[in-house]
């Protein structure tokens, strides 16, 4: 979904349609984890070993950028 969602200029007709698509996705993805996937780990798992999983997640975003790149809107918009 990503893929085509690179291909596709801000004022393709496609485009409002992949991106609604795409959020679907994620939420339906983040509701699944936070709701199914996570208490059923913090059910089975004592604190120490949800934190040693937790390490890799939360690495990136502590050096995750807080904002776009500066050429990020140029190749949104292809201004």
Do not use: W, Y
């Not at 994620?26 to 937790?54: N, Y």
């Not at 502590?62 to 918009?77: E, I, N, S, V, Y």
């Amino acid at each position: 979904m990503l893929k085509d969602l690179e291909g596709l200029s801000v004022d393709d007709p496609r485009f409002n349609d992949t991106i609604a698509k795409l959020k679907f996705e994620v939420v339906s993805h983040v509701r699944e984890e936070e709701h199914e996937l996570f208490p059923r780990l913090a059910a089975t798992h004592p604190p120490e070993t949800l934190d040693e999983l937790g390490r890799p997640v939360c690495r990136p975003r502590q050096t995750a950028p807080t904002r776009p790149h500066h050429g990020a809107l140029f190749t949104l918009t292809g201004a």
